[in-house]
């Protein structure tokens, strides 16, 4: 019976390990393939690799968009090998990139509230323009289901550079995002890599070990 006992809590134990792996697994958003575009109330919702991105104020404010870069080109735009994100505020208007784990147009979520927490952990960064003519800043707000916010600066180009580097976020961005907004006036980006939080039963299949050590250790004593 101890025997038996010991293997149930391995089993158990192997259990909520896969599931809690299963839920810490990266996702990375590459642009490599064609944005899916919603036209929905005047404005455009770009879904890729389960994120929505708009440009916010939608109409009647003037807006630019985010562009989808091919991997060479056109001039003027860094060169990455593969395609990516660009944006360049042309209008000299406030305005803002969201992003959000959620499929927007498809759920209604146009505020970008209802999506699913996640984190995330690097993304590859420069100048739209290029060869870039100075060091710009890229700012990443990012939002809390309570309606904290937390925020990280990266610095790049300058020096007519026109390739991307490698950001790694800070420890405080690795979990609870409801949704990031990218307020700088510029950026091009690549490479976004996330992780979805600790799905509900992962976290039902650590209260069951926990149980089941309890119940163990009970019957020993018994």
Request: net charge negative; charged share 15%; glycine share 14%.
């Amino acid at each position: 019976m101890k025997a038996i006992g010991v293997m149930w809590i391995m089993g158990i134990m192997l259990f909520c390990l896969a599931l809690c792996g299963a839920a810490n697994a990266q996702g990375r958003v590459t642009f490599d393939d064609p944005w899916i575009n919603y036209g929905t109330d005047g404005f455009v919702l770009d879904y890729y690799d389960g994120f929505s991105f708009r440009v916010v104020p939608g109409p009647p404010h003037v807006q630019n968009e985010v562009k989808q870069v091919g991997a060479f080109g056109p001039a003027g735009y860094p060169h990455n090998g593969t395609p990516f994100a660009a944006f360049i505020n042309t209008f000299g208007t406030p305005q803002y990139v969201l992003f959000a784990r959620t499929n927007a147009a498809r759920f209604g979520d146009h505020g970008f509230t209802a999506g699913a927490p996640f984190g995330l952990i690097s993304v590859d960064l420069a100048d739209p323009i290029a060869p870039s003519p100075e060091t710009i800043e890229i700012v990443f707000n990012g939002f809390r289901a309570d309606g904290s916010m937390i925020s990280q600066s990266f610095f790049v180009g300058g020096g007519g550079s026109s390739s991307f580097q490698t950001f790694y976020f800070g420890s405080e961005f690795a979990h609870g995002l409801i949704r990031v907004e990218i307020p700088s006036a510029r950026w091009a980006m690549d490479n976004l890599v996330w992780v979805p939080e600790p799905g509900t039963y992962a976290l039902l299949g650590l209260g069951a070990l926990g149980l089941a050590i309890g119940r163990f250790v009970f019957r020993r004593k018994l």
